[in-house]
């Protein structure tokens, strides 16, 4: 395994290129404040942990093991955050049964937790009871009441996402990975730490970072963070990526075809998946990176309510897996796992299954930004495989 950072690199190279998503900090001292008792505290996770996930991964580039990547869409703070990864953890467990007996290979248990604080935006505001204020962009910037005053961001809110990623990993540890969107690079500098061999840096924040669909711009801030550290990393890969601009992803974050080191997490849309999937396949491998192929049905398939919620259906999400698997076997690819978004509760979040209708949603709605699959509707997408 090749671990040392491209030449020049450090963790604040990424301040060199254009960056999207971040929160405009109002106050640069308190921004200064927090960033310094971050670099000072202790890692998440350790080197040798990331390391040890890198290898597993490169387990499942070679088809000897399946990965099940789930969690919430925006974690909740505190207690409440670590009673939620809990309720994960146990059904990560049975989906991961399941998926282990009907593939015949062992699962990789990989949480979307203890980090996940952070959301990239379409729109920087909304209107919500008639008022405009700007969006919620997770807890980790600011909160998601709908006053201007809570929308605030507030660097010392990632002190805080700090310190609950922390009791969720005391709680968890020996469980599971933990993966996040390294979105908030303000928070993720700090967390960078030099690792055990020359010029090698690691990503104390977590296990597992991906780069999200609105930020893998191959020239920009997000690649050229994560193209340094040495933890596996992955990308979201949308339906408006180009196979050319994913060959050359591929050639920033994993430039000597080390197998564990990349994951593409496809999140194309079960209208998209069977015209994009089969150029980006055949692009990714000509190239040769031997990447692990995760598929995200949520992403591409999230509707809106004639009143105006968000919600996926779970038609939809198993319409993407088997497409997915369908175009990758037929390649002679490994689809290498899913990336879901799931409560671990009983909420009513995505239409399917237990939930019958949108006149259902109302329920248990209870997610901070997207519809996540409740137990019942997730367990149903194990028959899907095997
Ligand atoms: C997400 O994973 O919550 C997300 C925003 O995904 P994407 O970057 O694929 O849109
Ligand atoms: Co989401």
Redesign the pocket.
């Given at each position: 395994m090749k671990l040392q950072a491209p030449a020049k690199w450090h963790p604040a190279s990424w301040r060199r290129r254009p960056v999207a998503q971040q929160p405009d900090w109002p106050d640069p001292c308190q921004l200064s404040r927090a960033r310094a008792v971050l670099a000072a505290a202790a890692p998440l996770v350790t080197a040798a942990e990331a390391r040890g996930l890198r290898r597993t991964l490169a387990l499942v580039a070679d088809r000897r093991a399946f990965v099940v990547q789930a969690g919430d869409?925006?974690e909740p703070f505190g207690g409440e955050a670590v009673r939620a990864a809990r309720a994960k953890s146990l059904i990560l467990a049975r989906l991961s049964d399941q998926f282990g007996a009907r593939l015949g290979v062992p699962v990789v248990v990989v949480g979307r937790l203890a980090g996940q604080f952070a959301?990239?935006r379409t729109a920087l505001s909304e209107v919500i009871d008639g008022r405009l204020v700007p969006t919620f962009r997770g807890l980790a910037v600011n909160a998601p009441e709908p006053l201007v005053s809570a929308r605030r961001p507030d660097p010392g809110r990632m002190l805080r996402a700090y310190g609950t990623a922390r009791a969720v990993l005391a709680e968890l540890r020996s469980a599971l990975w933990t993966s996040h969107?390294a979105l908030l690079l303000d928070y993720e500098e700090a967390l960078v730490r030099s690792g055990p061999g020359a010029g090698e840096w690691y990503l104390s924040s977590t296990h597992f970072p991906w780069i999200?669909?609105?930020t893998r711009q191959v020239d920009g801030a997000h690649v050229a963070f994560l193209s340094g550290v040495t933890n596996p990393v992955a990308c979201?890969i949308?339906p408006d990526a180009e196979p050319e601009s994913v060959v050359d992803l591929c050639a920033r974050l994993d430039p000597h075809r080390s197998p564990g080191r990349l994951t593409l997490?496809c999140?194309l849309g079960v209208n998209a998946v069977r015209h994009r999937l089969p150029e980006l396949v055949e692009a990714v491998r000509e190239a040769g990176h031997p990447v692990v192929w995760l598929c995200?049905p949520?992403?591409g398939n999230t509707r809106r309510t004639q009143h105006g919620v968000k919600t996926r259906w779970l038609s939809d999400i198993a319409g993407e897996i088997t497409a997915c698997r369908e175009i990758l076997t037929e390649r002679g690819e490994w689809l290498g796992g899913l990336h879901l978004?799931l409560a671990g509760d009983d909420v009513t979040e995505c239409v399917g299954g237990d939930v019958t209708g949108e006149e259902d949603l109302s329920r248990r709605y209870t997610s901070l930004?997207?519809p996540r699959l409740n137990n019942k509707q997730a367990m149903s997408l194990t028959t899907l495989l095997g």
């Open positions: 869409c925006a959301k990239p969107e999200g669909d609105r979201k949308g997490i999140r995200d949520m992403h978004e930004c997207d």
